[in-house]
């Protein structure tokens, strides 16, 4: 029988990429969007090519309710959940006196609540199980601070408190709980930045090239294995040595 993960966010770039990744590995897959269904349904079709079982679950993680039946559809499609990767994720670059309240929830709701409601939904049936692992998708911006993204580094750094502070209540339950904190990775997100701005951020990575949705969702894949149950509390950064 196929463990299955949950990836929210899986519609976009790096969701994506983990969610076929963990297909690849040999899980059922199911794939959370926000808006994006075309896309959503795009990653379903490239679990499906490699052979792995997913079906794609409109799910706005701002919002408990739907969490909890997206959760319960989830389980009722796959059965209970090895793997939740908390993934969905907003960027906005601004001023911190510009930044509205509307932002600051919305930002916050997103990485923070939107976790928090899955991990919530999802861990009664991996206590169950006394077996399980939640990988939150933080930023190098949550280690060290962003300048004009202070709500994005705030969220990421509640993220990252969320994650060891979970890590410690359930350790002892046989469930791991990490942040995989990626750098400057060339999706959606980071394009949006524009070409220059790309290209100058480029030009301060030790390794030389912007991160690829792959390097992310490599690591990923190394905490979710059997062999990863000794990790837990970390935030493993992917960033080609641009935070050390
Ligand atoms: P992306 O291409 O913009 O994808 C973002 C994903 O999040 C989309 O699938 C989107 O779904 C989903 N999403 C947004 N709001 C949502 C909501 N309210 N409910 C449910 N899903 C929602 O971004 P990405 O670059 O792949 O980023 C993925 C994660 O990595 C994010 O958490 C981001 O903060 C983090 N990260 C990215 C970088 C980078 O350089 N790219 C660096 C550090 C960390 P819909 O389109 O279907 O709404």
């Known amino acids: 029988m196929p463990k299955t993960a949950i990836v929210t966010g899986a519609s976009g770039g790096i969701g994506r990429e983990i969610a076929v990744k963990l297909g690849c590995e040999g899980y059922s897959v199911a794939v959370l969007y926000?808006?994006?269904?075309?896309?959503?349904?795009?990653?379903?079709?490239?679990?499906?090519?490699?052979?792995a079982k997913a079906?794609?679950?409109?799910?706005?993680?701002?919002?408990?309710?739907?969490?909890k039946n997206t959760v319960a559809a989830v389980i009722a499609d796959f059965g209970t959940p090895y793997l939740l990767v908390n993934n969905a994720g907003i960027s906005e670059q601004k001023l911190f006196t510009d930044i509205t309240d509307e932002d600051w929830n919305n930002m916050l709701a997103v990485h923070l609540s939107g976790a928090f409601y899955m991990t919530r939904a999802v861990l009664?049936?991996?206590?169950?199980?006394?077996?399980?692992?939640?990988?939150?998708?933080?930023?190098?911006?949550?280690?060290?601070?962003?300048?004009?993204?202070?709500?994005?580094?705030?969220?990421?750094?509640?993220?990252?408190?969320?994650?060891?502070?979970?890590?410690?209540?359930?350790?002892?339950?046989?469930?791991?709980?990490?942040?995989?904190?990626?750098?400057?990775?060339?999706?959606?997100?980071?394009?949006?930045?524009?070409?220059e701005t790309c290209r100058l951020v480029e030009e301060e990575i030790p390794?030389?090239?912007?991160?690829?949705?792959a390097d992310v969702a490599n690591a990923v894949a190394f905490l979710a294995k059997d062999e990863s149950a000794y990790i837990t509390g970390q935030v493993l950064s992917v960033n080609g040595g641009m935070v050390i």
């Open 34 to 51: 926000g808006k994006s269904e075309d896309k959503a349904q795009k990653t379903v079709e490239l679990l499906e090519k490699s052979g």
């Open 124 to 195: 009664p049936w991996m206590l169950h199980e006394k077996n399980g692992r939640i990988i939150n998708i933080a930023s190098m911006w949550g280690e060290t601070g962003g300048s004009c993204e202070v709500h994005y580094s705030a969220a990421k750094a509640g993220l990252i408190g969320m994650t060891r502070a979970l890590a410690k209540e359930l350790a002892p339950s046989g469930i791991t709980v990490n942040a995989v904190s990626p750098g400057a990775i060339a999706t959606d997100m980071m394009r949006a930045l524009g070409e």
């Open 207 to 213: 390794v030389g090239r912007l991160g690829t949705p």
């Open 55 to 67: 079906r794609a679950y409109a799910c706005d993680v701002r919002k408990s309710e739907q969490v």
